[in-house]
């Protein structure tokens, strides 16, 4: 996982509140086998209203989403990250995120960051007046700034270390793996394999 | 600025229990215990070993795909197995299998298992079948194991005295890349059953009823162990088919001390360790047990004189009723929620309060699932079923657990008991307990199911389901409306 330190690009203002993961991800892309190439599925209910702000010519390059409160409230599914992500969006902001989805979009590199409301509000408002304009999210620093506004965000210290060392799970795991090895080496000889029968 | 080498605690820990400091332990801390890598310190999870991996072709898809766009190998293939179920006809197994998306993924795993160098039992080979059937019959699933797979009902395997529970997507992929799953401890729960079941009652009421005392979220949180001379007199297939349903209560894990029922199950299993090695190995699963002082989050007691056979009349695993009981008044219950649930739940069930269980007509009974599929499940319903005609217009499917299961039965002689009976004999697979594959209800039929869920669609849009013991099962084909196994000649029960 590529590490997050700073991240400039077009902001997306998404006025509503409590956009579930079925409004992120509708369950029939939930088919698939793979893990990537979620994008067309991203808001694929939402896109199909002409006025829906994806849809607008000036945001389609958009990879920082400024949302309204109870972002990716809703059933568990992880593919609500994976869709964000494979269209481009590198961070999200709201004042109030479903727990599980924060949970997922730390582990795969999402940056999710608390801003309180009538801040994401002010956001909203230079965003509106200068569609299409690109944002900084610095996690150092834990700002998001626009020409002429800065606000600052809230992302728990575990999540933060983790995203600034470009860290998924088994990334943070591996990082034991010499204790994985010591482990193995202590594992009793009759233990199961699934090796076929008469493989040594 | 940030340190690179300590983390920070994790924002999400739990600090639920704190195992080091108690000295008796439950057989849930042992195992644990025994496969700690690393304590977690300052509430981050602890880092546990997982012994053995069971992948299947739902789940396992996109964990590959992320190994794949990290380069990463699998660690261990040698703990690791893959079986294709969920997805796989019944019948006419060597044509091509017609709907896509059933096609797609297990043709993933095939794929899947050749580049990562995996052992695959795919439809059509001996060992193919339910994940939680297959584990067991190999001699794979041993005391005092961790077992894992993308599966909720992964908790079967905790019959044996392993800790096993289901895990996402992106647990596969991290169990598949390191062998190890970063957890927090789970509380534990005892639910001790003592007594003698009668004739006709077997595991499947116990579990029922169990969840009925507890409610569908009694578990959370918990690893249940069930104790007691009613659960020490359990075959393995019994114990099996309680720890399946642990997950109907909401439980991550359910899980049975070893004893000498369960090294008699696994001893001479193609897995199992031998010789020397086998001594070894009982002489450890002995130690397994919980310490008589051992101390339980919580306990729960259940009579099993008391225990009648079981159905339910909702849609939870929890809304049951003895068969011998009625479908109930929403209006007598005093939680608003739970009356909400059960008025939502007989409008889609179509049932009336008031309404003998044993009035219920069915369209269908389906006698498969990792529940009871295995073969003494086919046993019991063969025993009851034998010589008999299914009773007119009910569809009657025996899906066994494996097809190592089916040639047992054929061995037996149990598929001409079945056919004789007017039942469809199938070929291994997860078919109608969720309906992924082309075994469904049509809308508005019923079933009487030896499966574990009974929700909403489950076995097909619209399809009411009872969930039921392989008695019941039997005895409610036979007379075409929900019936007990006493309904029909007490003389030929096991
Ligand atoms: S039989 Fe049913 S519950 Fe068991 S693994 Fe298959 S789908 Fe899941």
Known sequence: MEPFTTHTGVAVPLQRSAVDTDQIIPAVYLKRVTKTGFDDALFAHLRQQPDFVLNRPEYVRGSILVAGPDFGTGSSREHAVWALRDYGFRAVFSPRFGDIFRGNSGKQGLLTGVIPEPEIERVWRALAAQPGIEATVDLEAQTLALPGLAVPFE????????LLEGLDDIGLTLRDETRITEFEAGREAWRPTTLPIGTP | MTDSTTAPAAS??????????????????????????????DGAPDLIYIDLHLVHEVTSPQAFDGLRAEGRPVRRPDLTIATEDHNTPTVDIDKPIADITSRTQIETLRRNAAEFGIRLHPLGDAEQGIVHVVGPQLGLTQPGITVVCG????????????????????????????????LTPFKTMAITVEGTLKPGVTAKDVILAVIAKIGTNGGQGYVLEYRGSAIRALSME???????????????????????TTFAYLKGRPHAPKGEQWDQAVAYWRTLASDDDAVFDAEVFLDADELEPFVTWGTNPGQGVTLAGAVPDPASMADPQQRASAERALEYMDLAPGTPMKDIRVDAVFMGSCTNSRIEDLRAFASIVKGRRKADGVRVMVVPGSARVRLEAEAEGLDKVFTDFGAEWRFAGCSMCLGMNPDQLAPGERCASTSNRNFEGRQGKGGRTHLVSPLVAAATAIRGTLSSPSDVASEVLV
């Open chain 2, 151 to 182: 599966d909720s009902h992964t908790s079967t395997h905790g019959a044996f005295g392993a800790m096993a529970f289901g895990i996402g997507t992106s647990e596969v992929e991290h169990v598949l890349a390191t062998q190890t799953l970063p």
């Open chain 1, 155 to 162: 992302i728990d210290a575990y999540t933060r270390w983790r």
């Open chain 2, 12 to 41: 999400a820990a739990s600090t639920q229990r704190t195992p080091s400091t108690r000295t008796a332990k439950t057989l849930a801390e042992k195992v644990w215990d025994a496969h700690l890598v690393k304590r977690g310190e």
């Open chain 2, 238 to 260: 019994g114990r099996m088919t309680i720890c399946n349903m642990s997950i109907e209560a909401g439980a991550r894990a359910g899980m049975v001390a070893p004893d000498d």
